[in-house]
């Protein structure tokens, strides 16, 4: 509290105790703000004076995600919303201009818009091939987009405002966060908490006495989230079905798909009655099944596949499904459960390896799928770039088997030696595994050392060091690299008519890296 008397001659009143991470958070919304503005005006500009006519009503649909982009810039700019937890509390406020309660939910609605615009997004995508007729009056489709989005705007403010509004005993369970004593980075007052949105669950512990206006407030959030990923999902599939039906016509093997979708709906019912009679299992253990039958049929298809055109692309596939079976088989062993508590990050299993050694092999298999992904684009880019670098395959893969090695092991350091417990984690987590925190998971003070200070304030340096190190900046920035080049290449190479099997074989490339 002494810090932010102390301060003065700054525009707004900081946020956090830490004058470092106040500029540092400050300076950066400033930069990206400026940036978003800039961006999706010029975004504008190309769209409306661009003399392209494929382009169609389709601008249209650029030109809402930038206006959408540029309000939600401009609010959050006004709002500067943080959101917090305290036990089983979710915390909005502002820190701008708008720092009153009106701010989040604000900020809230103009948060929202953006789920109708991509629904109605991928909905263009699926009538533009499947059903041109239905964009035939662009005004409908732009109307119910509107609609839809004022709609779903309302909703999201009635949320924030109505739902999630404080009352005296969310008030009252929050007092010591708002006076100070609690551990939190950012400053809070006593006479502000009424300008916070509020949602407290539970009255009680987690689970015990629910509090039914904000569990409503969240399963409505919830409802249209989940609403708009069935639609995006649905008419992802759509696409990728027309697009694969129109490209196997295109090579002659229309008749061919249709043979076999026939034989498999006289099979229907075969499969039916085979999930039927596994149907008592664990909803884990018909996850990890299915995922070990698809992987193994991926495999089966891929090796006695009998066309030429796959090449070495097929081991590449491979890979993909191997190294799902693997991660599928340590996820059944170990079954990890992720967990905060204050600063600190937990793991732990809860199957048939509940040691420390189960979360750590856990966290080594899970990190193989960064270098798999970045030589898949290397593999295109080289593909249709530099195919001599693919002429000796046993390279290309044996460089792809020791970086996996290399980043494996790095993986299972981070967890067995920098995020090992030491007795400060162990003291500071006390609480926690002794059952004194509400918290869904069962936890006992003896199992506290099989799960592998204040906030910005004496740091950790092993741990920050691991922390850092599972970021590998350098390998993200690489395969990002790849797949731009990748992306650019196929373009051209699809535009260009001089070589005639051209967009075949890239075709063909992305159909069978589907399954993968």
Known sequence: METSQTWTGTMFSPQYHNRAINDISRAIQEVITVLAITVNLMLL?????????????????????????LIYTSVHWLVYPIPEMYGNSYLLSGHNIISSRFGP???????????????????????AIRSPEYLSRPARFFGALFVTTVIVDLDGFFVMWVLFRPDE????????FFAGNTSAPVIHRIETAGDHVQALYWSDDTF???????????????????????????CGHLINKYLKTRFLQWIGLGKCMEHKDTSAEHHSGGYIRSRTSVS??????????????????????????????IGSYRYLIATFAVSDLLYTSI??????????????????????????IGPCIYGTIYSQAVPILTFHFLYRTFSIRNPEYLSRPFRFFGALLITTIIIDLDGFIVNWVLF???????????????????????????????????????PR????????????????????????????????????????????????????????
């Open 461 to 516: 340096w092993l741990n920050l060091l691991g922390a850092l190190n599972i970021t590998r900046f350098l390998q993200w920035i690489g395969m990002g690299s790849c797949v731009q080049r990748s992306s650019q290449e196929e373009y051209s190479r699809r535009k260009s008519t001089a070589v005639s099997n051209g967009p075949v074989l890239l075709m063909k490339q992305r159909r069978y890296s589907f399954p993968a």
């Open 208 to 234: 015990e006495k629910p509090r039914w206006l904000n569990l409503l407030g969240a399963f409505d959030m919830m409802a249209v989230i989940s609403a708009t990923y069935i639609i995006v999902i649905v």
């Open 169 to 176: 005993e969310t008030l009252a369970k929050n007092a010591p």
């Open 420 to 458: 090992r417990p030491d007795e400060e984690t162990l003291a500071k987590n006390a609480p926690f595994f002794s059952g004194n925190v509400s918290t869904p998971v069962v936890h006992r003070i003896e199992t506290a050392r099989d799960h592998s200070g204040k906030t910005f304030e004496k």
């Open 45 to 69: 500009r190309i769209v409306f004076t661009s003399q392209r006519r494929e382009i169609g009503s389709y601008r249209y649909l650029i030109a809402t995600f930038a206006v959408s982009d």
């Open 105 to 127: 939910c604000l900020y809230c609605t103009v948060y929202s818009q953006a789920v109708p615009i991509l629904t109605f997004h991928f909905l263009y995508r699926t009538f």
């Open 331 to 356: 996820h059944w062993l170990v079954y990890p459960i992720p967990e905060m508590y204050g600063n600190s990050y937990m793991i732990s299993g809860h199957n048939i390896l509940t040691s420390r």
């Open 280 to 309: 008592h299992l664990q909803p884990e253990f018909l996850q990890e099944l299915l995922a070990l039958t698809v992987n193994c049929m991926l495999l089966r298809i891929v090796f006695t596949s009998e066309r030429r055109d």
